[in-house]
């Protein structure tokens, strides 16, 4: 699976963002796609995934309340709407996948990965 992540950028404190993951994954190839990010200095972390076939989702709880991970089977993308953006949300943010998962956001777990969008969150 090939995945192609965008809609990154600089937004003010407060601001809203929609990032984008466009694959090109056939029916089953995968059976979560999520969004992760890493911060300068920081390990990757799992941020909101989703398993459209049983409808299982997951934030992390520095997110829950202020993200919304949305997936759009026929366009084969996936969305992150990222709204009260603070500025420890500055990161780089990944989108990936993955064919069999134990728990949705487990890093380990995700094989395919997309290139990133960075994310800066500052007045």
């Known amino acids: 699976v090939q995945l192609q992540a965008s809609g990154g950028g600089l937004v003010q404190p407060g601001g809203s963002l929609r990032l984008s993951c466009v694959t090109n994954?056939?029916?089953?190839?995968?059976?979560?796609i999520g969004w992760f990010r890493q911060a300068p200095g920081k390990e990757r972390e799992g941020v909101a995934c989703?398993?459209?076939?049983?409808?299982?989702?997951y934030y992390s709880d520095s997110v829950k309340g202020r993200f919304t991970i949305a997936e759009d089977t026929v366009k084969k993308t996936a969305y992150l709407q990222m709204n009260m953006l603070k500025p420890e949300d500055s990161a780089i943010y990944y989108c990936?996948?993955?064919?069999?998962?134990?728990?949705?956001?487990?890093?380990?777990?995700?094989?395919?990965w997309g290139q990133g969008t960075l994310v800066t969150v500052s007045s």
């Open positions: 990936a996948t993955a064919r069999y998962v134990g728990r949705l956001c487990l890093i380990e777990e995700y094989e395919s």
């Open positions: 989703t398993a459209s076939s049983d409808g299982g989702i």
């Open positions: 994954a056939r029916p089953l190839d995968y059976y979560a």
